[in-house]
């Protein structure tokens, strides 16, 4: 995927500092009270589970650089004080962190990244394995939070998913399922996500769906030729999720396919906006914590992704948009908005297979430039 557009980890912090900044600064409102002792809410005084003095260790986190306040108080300064240890956090999006780490491995300790590219980390040598055994928190997690990139690598901490956002007072028959993309009435009227966003070859596994069929590299021209059928009701194909809120914003189209917390925004623009999870089921990705395979501090690498995963750290780490990876993190209905978040949620989406992308990229985005660009 080219790293400079749309990815869940850059929209998720970016969309949320304009959609959801008034929920996140009640939420750190509420962390100042007279007591310090709720460490459900605050980033100070925090039991943490396994915690032990490192010595003044220094830990080297590469991850995303939204909301960076927030996750410095609510889930790197715990850390810190129950470890007794300095975590420098480098930031930037995945295809910019993956090559630096490619160029210096032995600079860093940790790395977050979305499944995809972490399968990509993993391939080329980057990723130490790590034990089920040395999570204590592991167990506790969603079973489609476990293994997102095969058994030994680390776990997921949050989820994301595909759904529909459309203007029901526009489109007035209710949509309720993938195949509505292709009805008639929604000439003129459609977004989707360019082959080269996250949620894009996805649209090939929906397509392949349609065909009653799972993607595989001998059904994705089939796939590809059922979506180029989506075409009379193409306004734009999109790579950046904030065009999706200024065509909806200025009218230009109706409907989009779009990842949940990229929604937000368009749903908070009218009540008339409306999100669906199709009835079929969806498409979704994990953001994963691993162990970097040159890593001089392993142990406290592998104490940090437990930490991750822990109930009161997953609570307070929902405050920065990331949805919980295991099942009792309780939140309320306005906190889980444009999250992938409970049992049935989560149970709806299916994850692509990885390798199968890697491996027909290439092909498979000139297969959709020559079908379906319709920028061109």
Same mark, same amino acid.
């Given at each position: 995927?080219?790293?400079?557009?749309?990815?869940?980890?850059?929209?998720?912090?970016?969309?949320?500092?304009?959609?959801?900044?008034?929920?996140?600064?009640?939420?750190?409102? +509420?962390?100042?009270?007279?007591?310090?002792?709720?460490?459900?809410?605050?980033?100070?005084?925090?039991?943490?589970?396994?915690?032990?003095?490192?010595?003044?260790?220094?830990?080297?986190?590469?991850?995303?650089?939204?909301?960076?306040?927030?996750?410095?108080?609510? *889930?790197?300064?715990?850390?810190?004080?129950?470890?007794?240890?300095?975590?420098?956090?480098?930031?930037?999006?995945?295809?910019?962190?993956?090559?630096?780490?490619?160029?210096?491995?032995?600079?860093?300790?940790?790395?977050?990244?979305?499944?995809?590219?972490?399968?990509?980390a993993?391939?080329?040598?980057?990723?130490?394995?790590?034990?089920?055994?040395?999570? =204590?928190?592991?167990?506790?997690?969603?079973? %489609?939070?476990?293994?997102?990139?095969?058994?030994?690598?680390g776990?997921?901490? @949050?989820?994301?998913?595909? +759904?529909?956002?459309?203007?029901?007072?526009?489109?007035?028959?209710?949509? @309720?399922?993938?195949?509505?993309?292709?009805?008639?009435?929604?000439? +003129?009227?459609?977004?989707?996500?360019?082959?080269?966003?996250?949620?894009?070859p996805?649209?090939?596994?929906?397509?392949?769906?349609?065909?009653?069929?799972?993607?595989?590299?001998?059904?994705?021209?089939?796939?590809?030729?059922?979506?180029?059928?989506?075409?009379?009701?193409?306004?734009?194909?999109?790579?950046? =999720? =904030?065009?999706?809120v200024?065509?909806?914003?200025q009218?230009?189209?109706?409907?989009? *396919?779009?990842?949940?917390?990229?929604?937000?925004?368009?749903?908070? &623009?009218?009540?008339?906006?409306?999100?669906?999870d199709?009835?079929? +089921?969806?498409?979704? =990705?994990?953001?994963?914590?691993? *162990?970097? &395979? %040159?890593?001089?501090?392993?142990?406290?690498?592998?104490?940090?992704?437990?930490?991750?995963?822990?109930?009161?750290?997953?609570?307070?780490?929902?405050?920065?948009?990331?949805?919980?990876?295991?099942?009792?993190?309780?939140?309320?209905?306005?906190?889980?908005?444009?999250?992938?978040?409970?049992?049935d949620?989560?149970?709806?989406?299916?994850?692509?297979?990885?390798?199968?992308?890697?491996?027909?990229?290439?092909?498979?985005?000139?297969?959709w430039?020559?079908?379906?660009?319709?920028?061109?």
């Amino acid at each position: 995927m080219n790293s400079n557009n749309l990815n869940p980890q850059v929209t998720r912090r970016s969309m949320l500092g304009l959609a959801a900044l008034a929920g996140s600064a009640l939420a750190l409102s +509420g962390c100042d009270t007279d007591s310090d002792s709720d460490a459900s809410s605050t980033g100070t005084d925090v039991t943490v589970e396994g915690a032990y003095d490192s010595n003044g260790a220094q830990l080297v986190i590469s991850t995303w650089g939204f909301n960076s306040d927030q996750k410095r108080e609510l *889930v790197f300064e715990p850390f810190e004080k129950a470890f007794n240890c300095t975590i420098t956090v480098e930031e930037g999006n995945n295809g910019d962190r993956l090559a630096k780490i490619q160029q210096k491995p032995e600079s860093y300790d940790i790395i977050q990244l979305s499944d995809y590219y972490m399968q990509q980390a993993i391939d080329a040598g980057l990723v130490a394995k790590i034990s089920p055994s040395d999570l =204590s928190n592991y167990d506790s997690l969603y079973d %489609k939070a476990k293994t997102p990139n095969g058994e030994g690598y680390g776990p997921a901490y @949050t989820f994301t998913r595909l +759904g529909i956002v459309y203007d029901k007072s526009v489109i007035t028959e209710p949509i @309720t399922s993938w195949a509505d993309l292709w009805r008639s009435d929604l000439a +003129g009227k459609l977004t989707i996500p360019d082959f080269s966003t996250t949620a894009g070859p996805w649209m090939l596994n929906i397509a392949a769906g349609q065909l009653g069929q799972e993607l595989t590299a001998d059904n994705a021209q089939a796939a590809m030729d059922k979506l180029a059928e989506l075409k009379p009701n193409l306004v734009k194909i999109y790579t950046k =999720s =904030s065009d999706v809120v200024n065509m909806f914003n200025q009218g230009e189209v109706s409907c989009a *396919v779009i990842l949940d917390f990229s929604s937000l925004t368009i749903q908070e &623009a009218s009540d008339d906006f409306v999100w669906v999870d199709p009835t079929e +089921g969806t498409w979704g =990705s994990t953001n994963v914590t691993d *162990v970097c &395979a %040159k890593s001089a501090n392993a142990d406290l690498a592998k104490a940090f992704i437990n930490y991750t995963l822990d109930k009161d750290e997953q609570t307070r780490n929902a405050q920065t948009g990331d949805a919980p990876s295991r099942p009792d993190v309780e939140l309320t209905e306005d906190e889980a908005k444009g999250m992938t978040y409970g049992e049935d949620v989560v149970n709806s989406i299916q994850l692509p297979d990885l390798e199968l992308l890697i491996e027909n990229k290439a092909t498979w985005q000139s297969m959709w430039n020559n079908q379906l660009n319709t920028n061109a």
